[in-house]
């Protein structure tokens, strides 16, 4: 058992802060309402994309400096209100603090912004990099190098799954789809999908499946119930994971909505597309954060599974131009990284027809 460090206390009121030098940690909901206390030197922001304008002017009272840390192309802030009044705004409240800070549109002397891009990442591997590249203004690169990270399951292949998880020993994404019917499920509650979604996960138990993480060291590690991820954009089809993974018996396998996955990571995450059972796409379907989150939390390998259509659906439809006048075609460039992640797995023969 781990001796608890007595340097390290939990408060539950302001008036416990110490006096002197000290590192106290806390949400930006409750530094908001804290007043009349010396200020920080220093406020470090995690998670910062995931905070609206408005969340963040109150922190002006707590330091005199900040730091915003996070990443611009996942899942922006939820708002519960209408905002579209303040669409077009110079200082809109409901965007992230980020994104407003660096719009240019506050009276900032130039020395006081600095902007900082992270060269790598180390959660991801190389190729899955290249594929969502295109979520980001910016480019950047993998801590591993190719080779470095894999995905590899015991015995011989038995059927289509088999034959995709093959697929992960030399690259870190595939896709697994079924047939679309004439008139597709609910994609809220689509219980072919999201059985195929749990019986990739039990086959991977199944093959004794391990990953080789070499950068880090790790020669092979036997993947474990806790080293998968499942997960899928909407509550209903989330629970439906849940339910038919305790089924099989996977207790150990987290489900949750790429909302609650921001920031965690697994050995091997499956994620149900947003667009599986979707042959009309609105905006909040073509809006990517989402997709990039559940793209962005694995360390060895991504399976996207759904309905077939979606590289069809992505070619033909129209994305609605809804969007306030001088505001960014966000459904658009939506479309246009759904469908460059979709044909860079088909030109790739990484989209495998199950059934």
Not at 111 to 122: G, M
Not at 279 to 300: I, K, N, Q, W, Y
């Amino acid at each position: 058992m781990q001796t608890p460090d007595r340097r390290i206390r939990e408060i539950t009121h302001v008036d416990e802060i110490p006096k002197g030098r000290c590192v106290v940690v806390g949400t930006s909901a409750k530094w908001g309402f804290v007043s009349n206390i010396p200020p920080f030197d220093v406020l470090l922001v995690d998670e910062a994309w995931q905070m609206q304008w408005c969340q963040f002017i109150p922190l002006g009272r707590v330091a005199g400096r900040f730091v915003l840390i996070g990443d611009p192309g996942q899942i922006p802030p939820v708002v519960s209100v209408d905002a579209s009044r303040w669409e077009t705004t110079d200082l809109p409240p409901h965007l992230p603090a980020p994104q407003v800070i660096c719009s240019g549109n506050i009276a900032l002397e130039e020395a006081t912004l600095t902007e900082l891009r992270l060269p790598a990442s180390r959660r991801l591997p190389p190729d899955a990099v290249e594929l969502l590249q295109p979520f980001y203004d910016f480019r950047f690169a993998s801590w591993a190098l190719p080779g470095e990270r894999r995905v590899m399951c015991s015995g011989r292949d038995g059927d289509r799954i088999d034959h995709g998880l093959r697929l992960l020993a030399d690259g870190s994404v595939i896709a697994m789809t079924v047939a679309t019917p004439s008139v597709p499920p609910p994609s809220e509650r689509d219980e072919e999908v999201a059985s195929l979604a749990v019986s990739i996960a039990r086959r991977l138990l199944e093959r004794r499946t391990c990953v080789q993480i070499l950068d880090e060291g790790e020669a092979k590690h036997r993947v474990a119930p806790e080293d998968i991820a499942l997960t899928a954009t909407h509550r209903m089809m989330n629970d439906l994971l849940l339910q038919y993974a305790r089924r099989a018996g996977l207790s150990g396998v987290r489900v949750d909505t790429p909302e609650r996955w921001q920031g965690l990571e697994r050995m091997i995450t499956i994620a149900i597309h947003p667009l599986s059972g979707v042959t009309r796409p609105s905006s909040f379907d073509l809006e990517t954060g989402r997709l990039c989150v559940m793209a962005s939390r694995h360390r060895a390998g991504l399976i996207l599974v759904g309905r077939d259509h979606i590289g069809e659906t992505l070619q033909r439809s129209s994305p609605p131009a809804d969007q306030a006048i001088g505001r960014p075609d966000v459904s658009g460039r939506g479309q246009h990284q759904h469908l460059s992640l979709w044909s860079a797995l088909r030109q790739q023969e990484r989209i495998v027809a199950t059934r």
